[in-house]
């Protein structure tokens, strides 16, 4: 197979199957989207032989068992994967919604319309479900897509590919709506990414050193965050049982999502107080503190933290900890060592709070909240491509209308320009 | 000089005002603004006279009236310059604005913040009021800004930088707020385009030669169009008085701009009845008329109109004319021979008209009214610092809001995710 023809005639498909996505009735889009999902459940037993079938050469090929676990295709999952698309159904049709339509001294009536992007590469690893939340949010959205899995999730892939391909007929809409490649050859990413011809915007979901590539590579805008190294900053003038709560709540919810926090920012004055009792709760969960010399001071049990433990993230139970004179230094550590992805500080102090939330220079700022909050779903956007970290296009949890654009329409009675 | 060692060192320094401006109050940054505006009316005479050195050179290398005419800074362009950093100032300030603040199922409550996007490349030829227009944009929205204007107005540049630089002084903002690229070598717009670690957008202003270079080589999001191929269609349905009323303003109210009418789609219904009237009154202005076929089967003295034609923006009193059999065939010529730019059908039919507007795929779709209203100023966004035709962050005219992006913030009381 000559992959770079091969990408280019998926894109060249994508491309023409995009104006009929994005003209579809909201009636047609969830009707594929529901006749995925009766797809998937009549083939439930076809996927889950696809998936062992995957998992079987990954356990031959020394996959780890953390891969192993997210390539798995358990009844649960399928379970989830088939409620997301009707969760996907029910969300409000984002494209062709017009606001902001106003009367203008000219006698016309200005406002914007939400459309599709048009045609959206996704790039993901080794778990078969992304194949189904991506296809449906970027269906919903009225785009088409490209969707490129891991390889070891190949067969799982094109039996979903099959369940998708149903759908998308059962509602009369084209076939290249969604496309899921077919090749595991790792040039086929390389094509997807550069050919603004036909892909509009490409969405990598995966570690750190993919997306740092794809990034670079790319010819088109990519919607990303490369890592999630997250704050909770304890100021001066916390309620010491949100401080305690929502700093045990932020570490240890879950380790390895991207909204996890990663190190901790104490104001000096009232570390002695709030630390040891934090510590001692860490302790029991099983939690491991890297300090400064002044939290060391305290805590002389934690380790020491070094440089590199500042731009960590650890996506494991360790907890960096600093102590800090005031807020500016509080800030200046998250835009410095954070990620732009999502900083808290509690505070009960209005001034401050205040200054946080706009000096933070973070895709998600928040007072006197768990850091795990950000997250498509609990912002109530209904669902989450990703999160971006970027400014460009969309910043924070992106769901359908990070997916859309907007263009202007104008209504008049036979104005002119003067 | 080392044009990359130079390049490098205004990015850096852009990357650290742009946390100062980002930061700057409203008052601030509108102090800056009429400081800048006083600055230029003090040196009104040693702008005169820059651009004079300017005038002369270009006349001494040959350049053409047309450039000549863009080059010269009248007293009418500094009045206007000098206006327009006061409508800037008296624009609200985007920045820290919070929408959509609703409260969610946890207790918590999210919104948006309106944030600037931090360091913007501005590409543009040889009209050195740009540098003041986008200057005025950048430091409104919170972003900093490196101008690189054309060589041929580089004294004239030198010196607005001169009072550029004492009006963010007298504000109290750092000088790297706005750069003035100082030298004329070429490569400096390759390295601005290509600094993705100082520079977060480009915005080229210029032919459409210039903005396809840049946007093949730049390593970031370039928010542009590449030109305004227009369209009016006059349906089977259109009130005949507005039909013609808007067909000679979008075409001959000013022949060089982008949103200027090139070609004229019409329902065969109704050519026979309108299109004789328009003819005549083209010829009273001075249009010359191209049309296919069966538009010279009733205007005989139009030229023929080839393939070529249906893809020019002519910048002149030309137009190209085409004769459909019905909508569907006017948005299929709309959205493959088209510029994405702005199209208008004149119609009183309500479902002809909303399909229209929801399937012409530009930045502008308008119904009964003059695509020269596609403006910034006319859609009230105050100012404009162009028009994209892209649809990856801005679509449309964009003004202050589209040199900005939007955080999430959360106000919580001490929730915590279960």
Redesign the interface.
């Known amino acids: 197979m000559d992959v770079t023809e091969y990408m280019k005639s998926l894109g060249g498909n994508a491309r023409k199957a995009s ?1 009929a996505v ?2 579809a009735s909201t009636q047609d889009k969830n009707a594929a989207l529901l006749a995925i999902a009766d797809a998937i459940t009549a083939q439930r037993d076809t996927l889950k032989a696809a998936n062992q079938r995957d998992m079987q050469r990954g356990r031959d090929n020394g996959l780890d068992a953390a891969l192993l676990d997210r390539l798995e295709l358990t009844d649960d999952r399928i379970d989830t994967m088939i409620e997301g698309l009707h969760q996907v159904a029910a969300l409000p049709d984002p494209v ?1 919604e017009i606001t902001d339509l ?1 009367y ?1 001294p ?1 006698g ?1 009536q ?1 406002g ?2 939400r ?1 599709p ?2 045609v959206i590469g996704i790039i993901y690893e080794s778990r078969p479900n992304v194949t189904i939340e991506a296809a449906s949010l970027c269906l919903k959205s009225g785009n088409a897509a490209i969707l490129r899995g891991g390889s070891e999730a190949i067969e799982a892939n094109q039996a979903l590919a099959v369940c998708i391909t149903q759908g998308l007929a059962a509602a009369g809409l084209p076939a290249a709506a969604v496309q899921v490649v077919e090749t595991t050859d790792r040039a086929a990413v390389g094509e997807l990414i550069t050919m603004p011809e036909y892909v ?2 490409i969405v990598p979901r995966g570690g750190k050193g993919l997306i740092e590539r794809i990034s670079r590579d790319a010819k ?2 990519v919607i990303k965050h490369l890592d999630g190294i997250c704050h909770v900053y304890i100021d001066q003038f916390a ?1 010491k ?2 401080a305690i ?2 700093a ?3 570490k240890t ?1 879950r380790y390895g999502t991207c909204n996890t926090m990663e190190t901790l920012l104490v104001h000096q004055a009232v570390a002695a107080e709030i630390l040891p009792q934090l510590a001692s709760a860490y302790a029991d969960i099983g939690v491991e503190l890297r300090g400064c010399e002044a939290t060391r001071a305290i805590l002389s049990d934690a380790l020491v933290a070094s440089e590199e433990d500042w731009h960590s993230e650890y996506l494991a139970p360790i907890l960096s900890i600093k102590l800090v004179d005031d807020m500016d230094q509080a800030i200046e550590h998250i ?1 410095h060592y954070g990620s732009h992805h999502t900083d ?1 500080i509690i505070s009960e102090n209005y001034t401050l709070a205040r200054r946080f ?3 933070v ?10 850091t ?3 997250d498509g779903f ?3 956007l209904g669902a989450e491509i990703g999160i971006s970290t970027d ?3 969309a ?3 992106v769901g359908l209308d990070g997916l859309t ?13 003067n």
Not at 363 to 368: A, F, G, L, P
Not at 408 to 416: I, K
């Open positions: 104006r994005a003209r062709g106003k203008r000219s016309i200005v914007k319309m459309v992007l048009g509009d915007v088109v805008t309620d049982t949100k709560n929502i045990i709540n932020a919810h835009n808290s939330l706009t000096e220079d973070s895709s998600s700022v928040m007072i006197n909240a768990s795990r909050f950000a609990e912002y109530g400014k460009i296009h910043r924070g949890p654009s907007q263009k202007y329409v104008v209504l008049g009675n036979g104005e002119v320009r």
